[in-house]
């Protein structure tokens, strides 16, 4: 298995544009998590999917960033506008509801840089 | 959403064991106690799990105390590989598997 699969690995952009962020889990998994790591914050959840469908989205910082699960096998965040303080290593995790440990499995993370 | 205290960092020595402690005195009946570790540069990962009894797998083990309010990491011989931050978290056993992260504890070994 592949694992969890994030794209882009890096990303560095201008303030202002629009990123978007994009995450495979693993083949079988019904949920679906989006974190953010800073120094300043730690790791905080932003949202989390069950069966594609958003269950908790209270951690995402304001309406400037969204996310979508059009299926089982795909999930973006995007952040429109983007802003310096938006610089942060962005996780995606997925986990199985049918695990009695509900173990999460994390991706990669995509490092975006804002300036 | 119930709150860990956890050292904000450790040093072992290669080969000896080490204990992480982490305190939960709020913890629920229902709340499910798990440790995750997250090596430089990299996602977390799964460590263990537990609810009232001790667990063991083939990474770690888990001491849960007797009233719940604290538990302990137990890595056995610890490598240079294990250096890296541990996470205590509580999860509710009734919100989907969602895990809310504290700041963890750093352990470094040393050779």
């Known amino acids: 298995d592949a694992g969890v699969i994030q794209s882009p690995r890096h990303e560095v952009t201008e303030m202002g544009q629009e990123v978007t962020l994009r995450c495979k889990p693993i083949?079988?998994?019904?949920?679906l998590f989006w974190y953010r790591q800073t120094m300043m914050r730690g790791l905080e959840l932003l949202i989390y999917?069950?069966?594609?469908?958003?269950?908790?989205d209270s951690g995402m910082p304001e309406d400037r960033f969204s996310a979508k699960m059009p299926n089982a096998s795909f999930s973006t965040l995007k952040i429109q506008p983007s802003e310096p303080r938006d610089s942060a290593v962005y996780f995606c995790?997925?986990?199985?509801?049918?695990?009695?440990?509900?173990?999460?499995?994390f991706g990669p993370g995509t490092r975006l840089t804002v300036t | 959403d119930a709150k860990t205290t956890q050292p904000n960092s450790m040093e072992s020595n290669e080969e000896e064991p080490v204990h992480l402690p982490c305190n939960h005195s709020?913890?629920?009946?229902?709340?499910?106690i798990h440790w995750y570790r997250q090596l430089p540069s990299q996602g977390p990962e799964y460590v263990i799990h537990?609810?009232?009894s001790n667990v063991n797998n083939r990474m770690a083990s888990l001491a849960i105390a007797e009233d719940r309010k604290s538990s302990t990491l137990i890595l056995h011989r610890a490598t240079l590989r294990d250096a890296a931050v541990y996470y205590c978290?509580?999860?509710?056993?009734?919100?989907?598997?969602?895990?809310?992260f504290g700041q963890g504890t750093e352990l470094s070994v040393k050779p």
């Open positions: 995790a997925s986990s199985s509801r049918r695990s009695a440990s509900y173990e999460q499995y």
């Open positions: 083949s079988g998994h019904n949920s």
């Open positions: 999917f069950n069966n594609n469908v958003p269950i908790d």
């Open positions: 709020t913890i629920s009946g229902t709340d499910y």
């Open positions: 537990g609810l009232t």
């Open positions: 978290i509580l999860r509710p056993y009734n919100q989907g598997g969602k895990l809310i």
